[in-house]
């Protein structure tokens, strides 16, 4: 059971919206991105996570958000949604801006401490995935795996489905946390991560 079992941010809210470093908030806290394909319960997760069920917006037109979402959470972290790739109904001049948009937040961005990279435990990664790990990896910026919808899957099945994805993606499987927006299950442990990961910025 995870030490954050139950824990629900005092406050989380909207701070700003932007697509370049002169539109990024200036609060200094730890900041956690969270990434992933359009359709994969990004901003599901973030309102679970912070206990907030209209905080990020979610949407069943994939791509709708286009810009990076800043959000303070409980006065000691920024989330920082970020557009999600793939499957997105929007103009391809958009789209390809997305590319630029999210390697500059993520080359540049001082209080950035953890990218999230949301994945759906029903689906193989794909070449974007595994480039992307790659690419982090080569700038050295520190990335916690969620397997979402785990809901989707039957309970003696999931185990191997996490598995089968962190062999996927040539990571141990305790890289890789399962989560349901659902039922919250995995919800403490991916807070235990999320603080672990921050907590030598935390301002308390």
Known sequence: MGRMEGYVPRSADYIKAGTAPSHYPTTGKPEV??????????????????????????????????????????????????????????????????????????????PLRLVVLILDIR?????????????????ERGVLIVATKMDKVPKHKRKAAVNKLSKALGLSSACVFPFSALSGDGRADLWDALKAATEGMDDG
């Open 123 to 139: 689906r193989e990664p794909g070449s974007w995935e595994h480039e992307f790990l790659d690419w982090l990896n080569d700038h």
């Open 33 to 110: 991105a969270f990434v992933g394909r359009s359709n994969v319960g990004k901003s599901t997760l973030i309102n679970r996570l912070t206990g907030r069920k209209g905080l990020a917006r979610a949407s069943n037109t994939p791509g709708r958000t286009q810009l990076i979402q800043f959000f303070d959470v409980a006065d000691r972290w920024v989330f920082a949604d970020l557009p999600g790739y793939g499957y997105a109904k929007v103009p391809p001049s958009i789209r390809k801006a997305w590319g630029p948009m999210i390697n500059t937040y993520l080359e540049v961005r001082d």
